[in-house]
Each structure stands twice: as C-alpha cells, then as structure tokens.
C-alpha cells in the first residue's frame, strides 16, 4: 500500500519557538490532512489541503500541500505548552473510479514543548 | 451536541473472548470507519463502510468483524482469532463525498489480559 514519510518523529522545543514538519511520499496524492492528537484521545482536524500549492492557515498553523502533490509541510509558530502533542499527516489519493475514502497516515510527530 | 462516541473508554478482556466496541454518530454521516493505533504507528485501516448494509475491509481486517445496520452505529468486533489485540481503536466517520475529511471519536483502549 501507499506510504507517508513524516519526519521528524519527535521534537523538543522551547515555548516560544517556531515549528516545522514534514510528509512525503513515493505516491501522488489529491487531498492532504493534518491532525493533532492529545494523548489518549482521537485526532482533531487541523488543516485540510486539496490543491497543489495550496497554503492554508488555521490562527498559528499553516500548512502546504507540495507542488508535486508529493509532499506536505505544516509550521506552527510561536508555540505555546498546549501544541504538545502527536502530529499526524494524512493523505488521499483518488482511485480509477473517481472517488476514494481511504486515507493512508504517517506515524506521527511527538511534540513537546518547554515552558 | 453532534459528534462521534465511543464506548467505553477502557475495556479488559481476558484472552480468548470476543469483545465488540461500539461507535456511535449524529452527524447524519454516511461514511464510517475503525481504526487501530499502536505505539510508535500510524493509524491503520481495519474496515469501512460508504452506506448501511455495505462495508469492506480495509488494511488490517483479519481477526475483525462489523456491522452496518444503521446510518448511526458502526460496531467493531475484536475476535480470538486476532493475535494481537490489545491497541487503541478510533471510529471515525465522514459525509461520504469525494474529498470528505474524517473526523474522529475518543478512542477506545482495549487491553486483553
């Protein structure tokens, strides 16, 4: 099946700081998701991308869907101790019929902030 | 309020048994799916469904089983015959549309002793 890459796998940063991960892949994708999960709850949306080259932002969040519908970014600035948590990245491509509920996630980016 | 539950929060279970986790939504969704967490991974598909009476399996299925008899309710079975079930289970459901976002439960974490 289709794979993402996310990187970094875990960030440690000081509150105040600016932030910045990654998903690529081998495949091309036609929607891009970000989510946050806090531990032991689900994942809240964060931004959703539908067009290369897309930029959206969301207050501090701002995320990209890549020209080569490759890859996404999402940067979080002047973080705060409430972004801590697990980023995932999820994409979705669209099958020979038209239409595809399936999304394929990366494993996530472990984010702690220092007060 | 609208959104998705999941109950209950925590469940045990002793080897051997069959567990089933409910899933629960009034966002007039179409669309719903399970998925499986462990440390470390990213979420993984177990099964979906598009509309009630249909569902298909996704990434992961073997060892699941699920039913789709209202638009509401999407119940996830764990049997004995899967090996390793002890993870963190997320329903999520969606409108149904081409390019629809998934928006997800609390998560159920079951551990099987």
Request: proline share 4%; aromatic share 12%.
């Amino acid at each position: 099946g289709q794979q993402l890459n996310q990187s970094p796998q875990s960030m440690f940063i000081q509150e105040g700081e600016d932030v910045s991960m990654n998903c690529t892949s081998s495949s091309i994708f036609n929607t891009w998701l970000w989510y946050k999960q806090d531990p032991g709850e689900g994942p809240v949306l964060l931004i959703a991308l539908y067009k290369a080259g897309e930029l959206t932002s969301n207050g501090r969040l701002t995320a990209q869907f890549g020209i080569t519908r490759k890859d996404s970014f999402l940067n979080i600035s002047a973080s705060i101790p409430s972004d801590v948590g697990i980023y995932f990245c999820a994409g979705r491509i669209r099958n020979s019929g038209g239409s595809n509920y399936k999304l394929t996630f990366g494993k996530g980016t472990l984010l702690t902030v220092n007060p | 309020d609208g959104g998705i539950t999941q109950s209950p929060k925590y469940l045990f279970r002793k080897e051997g048994q069959n567990v089933t986790l409910s899933c629960e939504q009034n966002l007039n969704h179409d669309a719903m799916y399970w998925y499986r967490q462990d440390p470390g991974q990213g979420l993984r598909l177990i099964y979906y469904s598009q509309i009630v009476n249909d569902f298909q399996k996704g990434d992961i299925a073997e060892g699941y089983s699920v039913s789709r008899e209202k638009k509401e309710s999407f119940p996830l079975t764990v049997t004995s015959a899967q090996k390793n079930p002890t993870a963190f289970y997320l329903c999520a459901s969606s409108i149904g549309r081409v390019d629809d976002t998934q928006y997800f439960g609390p998560g159920t974490r079951l551990t099987v002793l």
